[in-house]
């Protein structure tokens, strides 16, 4: 415990000029304790800046008194990115929303970091215009949070994720300085890119206060089709084989089989619960192409022992189709009220191997594990039903985490596809970096963070630190 | 604090702890949640509300400090609505008001228990008390002594609150005579239809209940309104006074067990809500709960009967029209499309849609006059929406809802180009009734 909090907090006001925006009562302190992951940590203070100017005084405090600075958005995060895990002041960002400029002629987006990040796209389709990434958290996120944690979705397969669109930042550092990285421009060689060094930093370098997006033309229609396999494995060979037809999805989304069941269960679309996978793929562009491709798409499908290929013949019938991925969470929910989503992702190429590893996980620990998501780009969603009052249960749950993140890595995967590392995976960075690669990256933080003030305990295991999906 | 002596797994009982594990915290609540986004802060989010629930049940903070954020929930439960794992947040809100309620019994000031006894147990619960009520607006307003007594700022020693709502209660009309017994015969193609009036409403908006049940007539049903009937709890069900809203439930169920209606039918959002859930009143072993069960499934809103109807329009209202869903009718009820089905097939009418139109008025129940203030800050941010587009008439289906977008329509300074109807007013307009 710091014993300056009394007198931070009065510099912090006079700073602020509001006190309504400096939150020090246990109904808020417990209410910015959490996010969408695991743990309760209680901070000192909330502040909920609006203008840079304020962040820089904080920093200025935080760095005087050594006490952890952790921003925060609207705390959608499954990684445990803003746990304010050593206490400190909990930056919240939401209040921020102030500015979302769009450019036309240059393509760009100029935004505050407590924007909701939907909203943007909203924007720039007035202009005829998209901001692809499409977190499914989007219409509830910050664009500070999904810069912080370069987040990812299922457009990513097509257009790439968060950091394929930042072209610059504002951010304030640890010392307190104000600096300017990348700018408006599509090329940018100057020096080091450091925008791209601190998108997906998950907020232990630097502050983020503003950010300029890259925008793109928006595709002019788009056309779903649901495809039915008897072989999970065959869904995998049918990803490849669409791409390698010269067709590039905007999304190719996955169910497997627990998850149509559990849909089928809640719901009662009229899923067929007899087959082992369905892929759902969505074309975008211009309609004369894509129902060209479309065609190509069910041949491919088709080609690899698909069952069958559902078209949707207008956007309603997409809907319906759509209806179906969308209501995986809620239906599996119904199962157990605890849910570990992960989302390790490998090459495309050892999709089919890693639902064979998966489903061994799931045998070998009697979990219940579904699997669905972003299968077109490799990032599965393997995702764990539990219940967390149930020790044992979370024991096994959490042993079959971590043989998930294994199997990822050696199949020349990565731990993390769009979560990010947070709280939750810094055990196995070293699996995954080595010795070498973590001591690299820890340097950077250190000359950028010299007293670690920012957002400390995240990403870098403390020594000794376990895995754990609990609560208490 | 008293909370030291509260034992813990009492508490953990008589909060809906269970409940709260069903939330992932994955935040798809905080875009609906108009407290949230009026105040800015997570406490006053259905997510944080829950959390903090949570954490009392489990002894981690006082009932205390959950208080402020409970008492400054509307209760519109549009959360329930977004969220994709189906939390049950009108029962983990129930839940903590009541514990608190509980709690603070004992340290309310006597001012406060009178207060509260008059209005539940007494005003609200005593159809003499209230038809004396809707008598004395009635002559208040025809003799014109509100304006008087406006002038005079006697009614500036009023809470600020209420003497803002007394501006804006519209004329009041006593209620005509009704049917009140069953015919004693039934035609074939006849609906019979248990006609509940509500106590605010049959005070208020009587003619709104008159035109009700003349419209469900005109369109061919039998329409009785039973005087056995009384106030449905809703309001002393939010306010934790469960024992009286489980007491009023049980004399509603008995009598219109009494009688063989093919549907409740009432035109009040809000009531209509507690009625479809009476059963939540009771625990599910309770003999009564099935009788309960049984009650709900006959109670409707007026708009899902008179869109199954042959409506006789005959005039063109030729205006530009917004509608403000009352939030229990959308989120409790689950009527979403039947009012709106109706509104745009009334001749004439140029449908604007509202911004946000599902965020709540700020009105909820007695919301505003108890937290007025709060209230003030959502109804503004729900004005904000209707600037760019202003309507001619706005359409609510709830007396609350009402009264607080008059208020609105005032703050803003729009009375003389804004009328606000309920949706019967408008159709019985069409309808040359």
Redesign the interface.
């Known amino acids: 415990m710091n014993g300056h909090i009394e007198v931070i907090v009065e510099k912090l006001i006079e700073a602020f000029g509001d006190s309504s925006r400096v939150?020090t009562?246990?109904?808020?302190l417990?209410?910015?304790s959490?996010?969408?992951s695991f743990g309760?940590y209680k901070p000192e203070i909330i502040c909920?800046p609006i203008a840079t100017d304020e962040v820089v005084e904080l920093i200025k405090l935080a760095a005087q008194y050594k006490i952890p600075v952790v921003a925060r958005g609207?705390?959608?995060s499954l990684s445990g990115g803003p746990l304010p895990v050593k206490g400190g002041i909990v930056v919240?960002f939401?209040?921020w929303d102030t500015k979302l400029e769009i450019h036309p002629d240059d393509l760009i987006a100029v935004v505050s970091p407590g924007v909701?990040t939907s909203k943007i796209n909203d924007k720039a389709i007035e202009f005829g215009l998209m901001y692809p990434p499409d977190p499914s958290?989007a219409?509830?996120?910050t664009i500070g949070g999904n810069l912080a944690e370069n987040a990812g979705g299922p457009r990513g397969l097509k257009y790439g994720v968060t950091k394929d669109y930042v072209l610059g930042l504002e951010v304030v550092t640890a010392e307190g300085k104000v600096i300017r990285t990348g700018g408006r421009t599509m090329k940018n060689v100057t020096g080091y890119d450091l925008t791209k060094l601190i998108v997906g930093s998950e907020g232990t370098l630097c502050i983020i206060t503003e950010a300029t997006l890259r925008l793109v033309p928006r595709p002019l229609a788009t056309k779903t089709a649901m495809v039915l396999f008897d072989e999970i494995v065959d869904s995998g060979h049918a990803i490849s084989k669409v791409l390698r037809s010269g067709i590039m999805p905007a999304k190719m989304e996955i169910m497997d089989r627990h998850s149509i069941i559990a849909v089928e269960e809640y719901a009662s679309l009229g899923l067929p619960i007899d087959v082992e996978a369905i892929l759902l793929i969505e074309l975008d562009g211009h309609h004369q192409a894509i129902n060209e491709e479309m065609i190509r798409v069910e041949e491919a499908c088709m080609s690899v022992n698909a069952r069958s290929v559902i078209v949707a013949k207008d956007d309603r019938e997409a809907e319906q189709l759509w209806q179906a991925r969308r209501l995986v969470?809620?239906a599996i929910?119904?199962i157990k009220?605890?849910?570990i989503s992960e989302d390790a992702t490998v090459p495309r190429s050892k999709i089919p191997e890693m639902f064979q590893r998966l489903k061994e996980i799931r045998e070998k620990y009697n979990v219940h594990l579904v699997v669905f998501g972003h299968a077109g780009d490799g990032n599965l969603h393997p995702n764990i039903i539990a219940?967390?009052?149930d020790e044992e249960e979370m024991h096994r749950v959490e042993q079959a985490v971590e043989e998930i993140f294994e199997a990822a890595v050696s199949l020349g995967g990565t731990l993390s596809g769009e979560h990010g590392i947070g709280l939750m995976k810094s055990p196995f960075m070293e699996m995954e970096l080595g010795k070498d690669g973590l001591h690299m990256m820890k340097l950077i933080k250190d000359a950028w963070d010299p007293q670690n003030i920012l957002n400390p305990g995240k990403i870098f295991p403390e020594p000794g630190q376990r895995f754990v999906l609990r609560n208490d | 604090m008293c909370c030291a002596m509260i034992d813990e797994k009492e508490l953990r009982g008589k909060l809906a702890y269970d409940e709260t594990?069903?939330c992932?915290?994955?935040?798809?609540c905080?875009?609906a949640c108009p407290t949230y986004i009026s105040f800015?802060?997570?406490?006053h989010?259905p997510?944080?509300r829950i959390?903090?629930v949570k954490?009392a049940a489990e002894g981690?903070?006082s009932i205390h400090?959950?208080a402020?954020?409970i008492d400054l929930c509307l209760g519109c439960r549009a959360c329930e609505t977004v969220c994709?794992?189906?939390v049950e947040y009108g029962k983990i809100l129930t839940s903590a008001v009541n514990v608190l309620a509980e709690y603070r019994e004992k340290d309310r000031s006597r001012k406060e228990k009178v207060l509260r006894d008059v209005v539940f147990h007494r005003a609200l619960t005593n159809k003499n008390v209230l038809k004396l009520m809707g008598k004395g607006l009635y002559y208040f307003k025809k003799t014109k002594m509100d304006k008087v007594l406006r002038k005079s700022k006697i009614l500036n020693i009023m809470p600020q609150a209420i003497g803002r709502m007394e501006s804006i209660t519209p004329a009041v009309k006593l209620p005509l005579n009704r049917q009140n017994a069953l015919s004693a015969e039934k035609t074939r193609s006849q609906l019979r239809i248990g006609y509940f009036s509500g106590c605010v409403m049959d005070t208020i908006f009587a003619n709104v209940n008159d035109l009700a049940i003349k419209l469900l007539e005109i369109g061919g049903c039998e329409v009785v309104t039973i005087k056995e009937q009384g106030c449905c709890g809703a309001l002393q069900h939010h306010s934790g006074e469960r024992e009286l809203a489980v007491n009023l439930a049980k004399k509603n169920i008995e009598a219109f067990e009494k009688y063989e209606f093919d549907y409740i039918v009432n035109a009040i959002g809000g009531c209509g809500a507690a009625l479809v859930e009476y059963h939540h009143f009771f625990d599910e072993n309770d003999i009564w709960f099935e009788r309960a069960k049984r009650f709900s499934a006959l109670n409707k809103d007026i708009s899902v009967i008179l869109s199954k109807l042959d409506l006789p329009f005959t005039k063109s209202i030729n205006k530009n029209v917004s509608y403000q869903p009352s939030c229990h009718l959308t989120n409790v009820q689950k009527v979403i499309d039947e009012p709106l089905k109706i509104l745009k097939s009334i001749p004439g009418i140029t449908y604007i849609p509202m911004k946000q139109k599902d965020m709540c008025c700020g009105s909820a129940g007695i919301y505003n006059i108890v937290h007025h203030e709060e209230s003030m800050l959502i109804l503004d941010d729900k004005m904000a929406h209707l600037k760019n587009n202003i309507p001619e008439v706005i359409v609510t289906t709830n007396p609350g809802c009402h009264l607080q977008m008059l208020l609105g329509v005032e703050r803003e300074g729009l009375s003389d180009h804004v009328k606000v109807v309920h949706l019967v007013e408008i159709i019985a307009e069409a309808c040359e009734i």
């Open positions: 939150l009562e246990v109904q808020d417990y209410s910015y959490f996010d969408a309760i909920q609207t705390g959608t919240d939401s209040l909701i958290s219409h509830v996120s969470s809620p929910v119904k009220p605890t849910k219940d967390q009052r | 594990f069903s992932v915290q994955c935040g798809y905080l875009p800015g802060k997570e406490a989010s997510r944080g959390n903090l954490l981690k903070i400090d959950m402020n954020p994709p794992t189906n």
